[in-house]
């Protein structure tokens, strides 16, 4: 998959299977969202719980109909001009069912399914989320000469559960908020706090930083991430952790509402995003 691809041909590429890995830095330039897919009873609850909590759950969109994978409630997401390099004008320009590298499927709270495709998973009713990701913020920093270190090692970005209690709403009773970590001097945290505090629908300025920051939220073990890959962080050049509200955080939840929800749940993988026609800096 090449880095420099539109939006468009990316999610034409997980469709047909043709990329299956994560999309750091894929696409650069265009926004990376997350998903949620749940049964059309409980959506209402899970809007509300995105209300109580902005910072993990930045809603971008959701499904503009119940069952409908192909359109969402913000037509500027997914443009019809998008250049996808198909050659086919007759392809949907999304499907919600494919256009990811790899799904969780859930079921009672329990794991039981990665497929690359949830089309056997998906109902006329399911209701889909889409919310922001972080990586939609790692173009600008790289732009600005600080470019995050997942980026630069080529894996996905590191991800930590905290002790960071959530806003109950509706069933959606359990839960803390999920982390990225990013590492940087502390001379460069300001510049850092200002370029991504741009981005409040992806994740905005960063929740946390510094080494008292892991007692504070509850992180033991920096060489032990929940999601994602372990990057290093150089202390002895004056790198710190830097933490941002992340998109895992809806998993996490799904898996503490366990029986309380019945029927299949599908999210995205951490790291494994939907690639929108949106530009980072129209967010």
Same mark, same amino acid.
């Given at each position: ?7 468009? +041909?990316?999610?034409?590429?997980? @469709? ?30 899970? %809007? ?7 910072? *993990? !759950? /930045? ?9 409908? *994978?192909?359109?969402?409630?913000? $037509? ?7 250049? /996808? ?11 919600? @069912? ?16 990665? *497929? ?12 889909? !989320?889409?919310?922001?990701?972080? !990586? ?17 090692? #080529? ?12 806003? $109950? ?5 359990? #839960?803390?908020?999920?982390? /990225? ?5 502390? /001379?460069?945290?300001?510049? %850092? ?49 830097? !933490?941002?509200?992340? #998109? +895992? ?16 749940? &599908? ?7 939907? &690639? ?8």
């Amino acid at each position: 998959m090449a880095a420099q691809s539109s939006a468009a +041909a990316v999610r034409l590429q997980c @469709r047909s299977e043709m990329h299956t890995e994560n999309t750091v830095g894929l696409a650069p330039g265009y926004v990376q969202s997350n998903l949620m897919v749940l049964p059309s009873e409980y959506a209402a609850d899970f %809007v509300s719980l995105c209300e109580r909590n902005p910072v *993990p !759950f /930045s809603l971008l969109a959701t499904s503009r109909t119940t069952g409908d *994978p192909h359109t969402l409630s913000d $037509p500027k997401l997914i443009s019809a001009g998008a250049e /996808s390099g198909a050659g086919d004008s007759t392809l949907p320009l999304l499907d919600l @069912r494919t256009d990811l590298p790899r799904y969780n499927v859930y079921s009672c709270g329990s794991l039981i399914d990665t *497929p690359n495709n949830v089309k056997d998973y998906w109902t006329e009713s399911h209701t889909a !989320f889409i919310m922001g990701c972080s !990586f939609s913020f790692d173009s600008a920093l790289v732009a600005a000469g600080l470019p995050p270190r997942h980026i630069e090692a #080529g894996c996905n970005v590191t991800m930590y559960t905290t002790t960071y209690k959530l806003h $109950p709403a509706g069933i959606f009773t359990e #839960g803390t908020m999920v982390v /990225s970590m990013r590492p940087y001097k502390e /001379s460069d945290i300001p510049r %850092v706090r200002a370029i991504t505090g741009r981005f409040s629908r992806t994740h905005g300025e960063p929740v946390d930083w510094g080494w008292d920051a892991l007692e504070r939220l509850g992180i033991k073990d920096l060489g032990k991430p929940d999601f994602g890959d372990v990057v290093e962080v150089r202390r002895e050049e004056g790198e710190v952790p830097v !933490f941002w509200g992340c #998109g +895992a955080t809806p998993s996490l939840v799904i898996k503490l509402a366990g029986d309380k929800i019945k029927g299949h749940v &599908i999210t995205h993988i951490p790291g494994f995003s939907l &690639i929108l026609d949106l530009k980072d800096d129209e967010v």
